[in-house]
């Protein structure tokens, strides 16, 4: 009886990975964005190779690495200003069937951290840290500076390869990043993540 229960999960598994392909990542994405946020997704030479990577990543497409030359086992930083909507495509997936999306900000994550003196950060499934590097970096608990991205970064370093279950956005180069975080994270974020930078003009206004 467990060998066929297995047996079940397994192909149940498989049946969802084959139907979670990167057609229906982009379906979800347009649908979502239609029908819960109000407004068609608009595809331009700005947005396409961003939406083409997440669906790839998202469904682990093998066109992730034989036509982006990007790595499967990374996860994904996504850099650009603000305004082009990097984190609305992905709001418009949080709720895929396959690998689900936690998204959190980093301005309430450091606003949390100056109140409490830390972040219990509870994540079920795939996490997005929203903002890298807009907020306030070392943030001061009565006395106690705390440099909460800079932990972060390096306990997930240690303990949680490959890095693919990890996607932050930021509008900050790699100097910015060393600036605020130090050297070190500013290395590791290079080897954990594939980096996709986002063009465009603003588009809120």
């Known amino acids: 009886q467990r060998k066929k229960e297995r047996q079940e999960e397994t192909d149940k598994y498989f049946e969802l990975h084959k139907r979670c392909n990167a057609k229906y990542f982009f379906n979800l994405m347009s649908w979502t964005s239609e029908n819960t946020y109000g407004k068609k997704l608009i595809l331009h030479a700005d947005n396409t190779p961003l939406i083409r990577a997440i669906c790839f990543f998202f469904s682990k497409d093998e066109r992730f690495e034989t036509e982006l030359k990007f790595d499967l086992n990374k996860g994904l930083l996504i850099r650009g200003v603000s305004g082009l909507g990097k984190t609305y495509l992905f709001r418009c997936i949080e709720k895929n069937e396959i690998r689900p999306l936690d998204i959190v900000s980093m ?3 450091s606003e949390n951290v100056k109140e409490e003196g830390s972040y219990d950060l509870q994540y079920k499934n795939m996490l997005y840290l929203d903002d890298v590097g807009t907020e306030e970096p070392i943030v001061n608990h009565y006395g106690t500076k705390i440099n909460w991205f800079k932990n972060f970064i390096e306990m997930y370093y240690l303990k949680n390869k490959p890095f693919n279950r990890l996607v932050i956005s930021t ?8 600036g605020k975080y130090g050297f070190r994270v500013r290395s590791r974020v290079k080897d954990m993540f594939n980096i996709i930078d986002v063009q465009g003009k603003d588009m809120r206004g």
Request: hydrophobic share 35%; no cysteine; charged share 35%.
């Open 107 to 109: 301005i309430d994550i």
């Open 171 to 178: 509008n900050n180069s790699f100097d910015e990043i060393e």
